[in-house]
């Protein structure tokens, strides 16, 4: 049976046939492009008459003027740092230890199928909502404080882990765990001789991904929600008050953490790979 060459209209051979799926993504990608178009130049109504070209020339002028932003001033943005670290570094801890106990649960190779079926329908849900709602949700129920935002966080940091890591355990060769299930290891045997060691790699990756994404949530909470104390919050502060040094300080502090947490995350990571 002879295939035939479907040629370009200039008669060259065609290198890809496109079929029904890539007509309906194209026209999807098309619409959501004219949608967008559409909101940009019909639906929003910008103010240009409120633009204040010297406040533009400020904000140019001292955003990188460190040298006037006052001693007591860097130590409140340092301290707002650290508090901010502090939330999204503890809501990662937290996620990761309830994210490994329902992960195992959740991956079909170490667990029954309604339960993982449960687990994941459960995360699913979870992860749908975005993490600013959870944090608004309990900030509303429960008053502004570290304590709720870092529960608003855990949730999506808890459906995420969860889902990460249960396809991490997943991905572990079936050959290793029947053979330990051959020499009569129990469930807890295979999780600790099989299961973890093999997934360590990913799961170290995982964690350092969502560390990064916590931190930023945790940064942008502080004007989003109104938790006191974060970085976010002194920012917001300054800029509120035309102390656009401080302002660019502060945003500079941003940079340098997620510059150093990311140089800091890869050596780690790549160490454990050597190991």
Known sequence: MIETIKRTIIGRPRLRVYNATDRV????????????????????????????????????????RFDLVPNDKKLEMFMSLLNTLSLGFVTTILGVVFGLVFGLLAARNLSSGWLTDVIRGISSFVRAVPTIIWVLIFVAGYGLSATTAVVGMFFHTFAFFTKAFAESFEEVDGGTIEALKATGSNWLQIVFGAILPSSMTKMISWVAIRNEINFGVAVVIGPAAGVPGTIGSAINNAARGGDY??????????FLTAWLMEITINNFRQRSILD
């Open 25 to 64: 993504i194209g026209l999807l990608v098309t619409l959501f492009l004219l949608a967008t178009v559409y909101a940009l130049f019909f639906r929003l109504e910008y103010k240009w008459d409120q633009f204040s070209f010297e406040v533009a020339s400020r904000i140019a002028t001292n955003f990188f």
């Open 245 to 254: 040094a401080t302002q660019g300080f502060g945003v500079f502090m941003i």
